[in-house]
Structure formats: C-alpha cells, structure tokens
C-alpha cells in the first residue's frame, strides 16, 4: 500500500490584494509535510503577496488558508507563529541597530528563558557566524550574514514551515550559495520550506514548483520538469 503524503499547508482559491486592487485571483497550492517547495513567476505575479496572506499579513477576500488541517483565516500574524508558520519577508528582515543576540530575543520574545537557551544553541550549530559575532551590530553583518541572522530569528520558534521570500536577492554570487546551502541543511533536518525562487540556484534547490502568472497559478510541476521546459526557463530564468 502506497502511503499517503500528508499536506501541511494548503491554500485553497485565494484571491488577496492591497486596498481595492486585487493581485491573486484564485491562487490554491499544497505543500506537503518536510517539503521543499518553491514558487515562481515574473515580478508583480503575486508570489510575495502569497506569502503574505499565508502568514497573515494580509487577509483574503476570498478562498481559505488552511495549516495541518486547521483553517487559517482571521488569525492574527503572531496566531500563525504560535502555530508554527514562519515568515521571512524580502525586506526588513533585521533590526540593524541591534546586536545579533538581541535580533534572536526579538524573535523568541515569548520563549521561556530556559527554552530559548535551548534554541539558541541550535541556532548557533546551524550558524556558527552568529555565534561568533553574537554582541556585534547586526547593522554591520554582510548581506549573507544578513540573511543567515533572519533565518535564524525565525527558528527560535520552532516553527514547522518556512516561508522565505526572494532569500538570495541582492545577494553577490558567493553569499547565493552560502544562504542556499543553509537552507538546503534545514530541509535535509526535515523543515518544511515553501521559497520564493527569483534566480535558477534558488529553484534547483526545490523538488517541486508553482509558478504564478498575473497573480493567477499557471503550473504546477517538479523542478526536473521545470528545468527541462525551455520556454519556463527562457522566460523567467534567462536560459
């Protein structure tokens, strides 16, 4: 008997947007249970403003959100962490006038002291810079160091997926790879990952893929298959 994947995230004809102005028209995906998945598109397609309706950001007008079964809408953003949903946005992901330790206290705020002793030492084993420039301001950190800090904010809670938006962006090719690494360790750890791929090193990471067109999901497909359609890659990737 075959065994049935088990879905941790799923959004189910959502249509969301900013003021009057929809952006996604009817978006569904599912995400399965130590996944990771990746989402591509053209800019302006919608790919944040799905990131930002699953984490609660933004509410839908229509369609529901729904995680391990439970659904989502009208919960707050900090409801959504509680219950395990991590978000990474594209901007703003630190306080650079803060040290890196006190970047991790922000994102453990509700942690009791002796549990967030406990995560800090994970976060510190995954990145070990941090550790070493724990007291330093993390306005001073490289745009990878950056990216590793935010990462590792989010996991202070623990969460059962991450949603990273454009991680890589900005980033020089060296730090591409040094962040896409770090996020590949997490899946291998079993990390549910849903990515915003904006670069092929990005999607090559993935094992399946959405790509989003007019805020409307187009195609659905693994990445062997993505990266074998010419005109997918030709279109968004540059050939």
């Known amino acids: 008997m075959v065994k049935e994947e088990k879905m941790i995230l ?3 004809k959502v249509t969301a947007g900013y003021g009057g102005v929809d952006v996604l028209f009817g978006a569904s995906i599912k995400i399965k249970e130590k996944e990771l998945a990746a989402i591509i598109g053209p800019n302006g397609a ?23 079964g439970e659904k989502l ?12 949903i991590g978000y990474i946005p594209q901007d703003d992901k630190i306080f650079p006038k803060m040290s890196c330790i006190d970047n991790l206290r922000m994102g453990a705020y509700t942690l009791p002291r002796e ?3 406990e995560m800090l030492e994970k976060v510190y084993q995954l990145f070990p810079i ?26 202070m809670m623990e969460p059962e997926i991450l949603l990273l938006d454009e991680p890589t962006s900005g980033l020089q090719p060296s730090l ?3 962040v896409l690494d770090k996020v590949k360790d997490l899946h291998q750890q079993g990390m549910t990952t849903l990515i915003v791929a904006q670069n092929r090193e990005a ?11 007019a805020g409307q999901v187009v195609l659905e497909d693994t990445v062997e298959g993505l990266l074998d359609n010419d005109q997918v890659i030709q279109l968004y990737f540059g050939g």
Not at 130 to 155: C, D, I, P, W
């Open 130 to 155: 941090l550790k070493e420039r724990r007291n330093q301001t993390a306005g001073q950190f490289s745009g990878g160091q950056r990216q590793m800090l935010a990462v590792a904010r989010a996991l």
């Open 46 to 68: 919608g790919k944040t403003t799905l990131l930002r309706t699953i984490s609660g950001v933004l509410s839908p007008r229509k369609g529901e959100i729904i995680f391990k």
């Open 73 to 84: 809408n009208g919960k707050t953003p900090r409801e959504r962490l509680a219950l395990g």
């Open 115 to 117: 549990k967030f002793s």
């Open 176 to 178: 591409v790879k040094e």
């Open 203 to 213: 999607l090559e990471i993935a094992e399946r893929a959405y790509l989003i067109r």
């Open 10 to 12: 799923e959004t189910d």
